[in-house]
């Protein structure tokens, strides 16, 4: 807890300070404040169409569920949107993205990871440190061995995952790629968006 208000509502006590901003949240305003930021993704970047059919594809991590539950919360205001999920036999980590696209590609579909900002950080981390997994996010969308697949999209790039777990109550996923982008993160706030929008401009 901080003691203090939150700098959103003005009424509640804020149990969640953004030290890259300054903002100060309570439980309520900031899983409203993640929901702002990937329907606003989404519309940027023009991820989701009205009509699409989407399959999201868990990882097997805690985050799955919050992050279901966003997406199935912004897609209901489009009744002609499907929504299905998807159930892996095996947790999803990095070097297997490539082939759960493969698997569950469909030319009728979007395929939805639950891949946030941090992710997208430890990934391109690992990829230049060890050329693997051979899978980078490119505008929210997957690239796979050099090839754009356009309908593998993650909307999740520009919400810290470590946000989702306070506003969710649960356990974010570690490896020593994530553990870095978060001590990054931790000694200069805002390092990982400030990452991400040189990252963009690298691989256009």
């Known amino acids: 807890m901080t003691g203090k208000l939150c700098t959103m509502c003005r009424t509640r006590e ?8 300054g903002e100060r949240l309570c439980e309520q305003c900031l899983r409203k404040s993640i929901i702002i930021k990937v329907r606003k993704t989404i519309g940027k970047l023009k991820l989701l169409e009205r009509d699409d059919k989407i399959l999201f594809v868990p990882l097997g991590r805690d985050l799955d569920e919050p992050a279901f539950q966003i997406l199935s919360t912004i897609e209901s205001s489009f009744p002609e949107v499907s929504l299905e999920i998807i159930k892996p036999e095996l947790p999803i980590g990095y ?65 810290i995952s470590r946000e989702v777990g306070v506003a ?25 968006y400030n990452i991400y929008h040189s990252y963009e401009r690298i691989i256009q």
């Open 14 to 21: 804020a149990i969640y300070t953004r030290e890259y901003s």
């Open 95 to 159: 070097d297997e993205i490539p082939r759960a696209v493969r698997e569950y590609c469909r030319q009728d579909a979007k395929i939805v990871l639950p891949l946030f900002l941090d992710d997208l950080v430890a990934i391109f981390f690992r990829y230049c440190d060890t050329g693997s997994p051979d899978v980078l996010i490119k505008r929210g969308r997957l690239v796979i061995a050099g090839e754009d697949i356009k309908n593998a999209i993650s909307p999740y790039i520009e919400v």
């Open 168 to 192: 969710w109550g649960v356990k974010t996923a570690e490896n020593p790629y994530l553990k870095l982008a978060w001590e990054l993160e931790d000694d200069t706030p805002g390092a990982l």
